[in-house]
């Protein structure tokens, strides 16, 4: 059974404890490799096993299905960035515990749904608080940048303050490459961090700094994730 609706048209084909999740699952998969105008709901439900009708249980439309996914990529990296911008850490310590879990989480997911940011229907309304949270989270490592800049005493050029954001979500572009084929190997969490502190004119050791990074998340990552699943039950 589905634990809502009608029972499955098959038994259990997608990951995931719930209907929900597999239903999150499945049109990971199918929006970013055959694309959101290409996939309907019914073809989601097919890749579950599940009726049409039950996917409706959990979804009222396909939107809706986007929506939770792209929730999904922002949500921890803005509750874990609001936690790293309160702590009495260096901001130099901030900046890189900030890239380097943000771009490990977009590494590691199943999916690249970084890549359907770029999706024009994320124009309309129904996407404003996704949109929303984006530029909060954007916002809060342009001003995480700021503070490591007057921490390093460096130049400022106009839009340096974004460039570590922007550097993280290189992830993005770079899982698409590698699967269309691309072997060249890409930096990792770690490298993308110390690129990002680089750019703000961080000339020194990073070591030190990711021990003390790792440190502020494990006392951050684990408070976030508690509340996100206390949300969503």
């Known amino acids: 059974m589905t634990g809502a609706g009608r029972p499955r048209l098959s038994t259990k084909k997608r990951p995931g404890d719930t209907a ?3 239903i999150l699952d499945a049109a990971a998969e199918l929006f970013t490799t055959r694309g959101f105008t290409n996939t309907s709901t019914r073809v989601i439900a097919e890749a579950v096993g599940l009726r049409q009708a039950s996917l409706y249980h959990h979804f ?3 939107d809706d299905i986007l929506d939770a996914l792209l929730s999904g990529t922002v949500d921890a990296p803005l509750a874990v ?3 790293i911008r309160d702590s009495q850490a260096e901001p130099a310590t ?3 515990a ?5 771009s490990g989480q977009l590494g590691a997911s199943t999916w690249n749904l970084g890549a359907l940011y770029l999706l024009p229907e994320l124009r309309s309304e129904r996407f404003e608080t996704f949109c929303d949270h984006r530029y909060t989270l954007m916002g809060l490592y342009a001003a995480i940048a700021s503070d490591t800049l007057d921490q390093l005493d460096a130049e400022r050029r106009p839009g340096t303050e974004d460039l570590p954001f922007r550097l ?3 992830v ?3 899982r698409a490459d590698r699967e269309n084929g691309r072997s060249d190997p890409t930096a990792d969490a770690a490298g993308i961090a110390a690129a990002a502190l680089r750019v703000l004119g961080w000339t020194g050791d990073v070591t030190a ?3 003390s990074a790792e440190a502020l998340l494990e006392s951050v990552v684990g408070i976030v994730e508690d509340g996100l699943a206390l949300h969503r039950s």
């Open 172 to 174: 993005v572009n770079a």
């Open 98 to 102: 900030l890239a380097y879990f943000d």
């Open 81 to 83: 960035a609001q936690r």
């Open 168 to 170: 993280v979500e290189t």
């Open 94 to 96: 901030q900046m890189y």
């Open 209 to 211: 700094l990711h021990e």
């Open 60 to 62: 009222a439309t396909k």
């Open 20 to 22: 929900r999740e597999e």
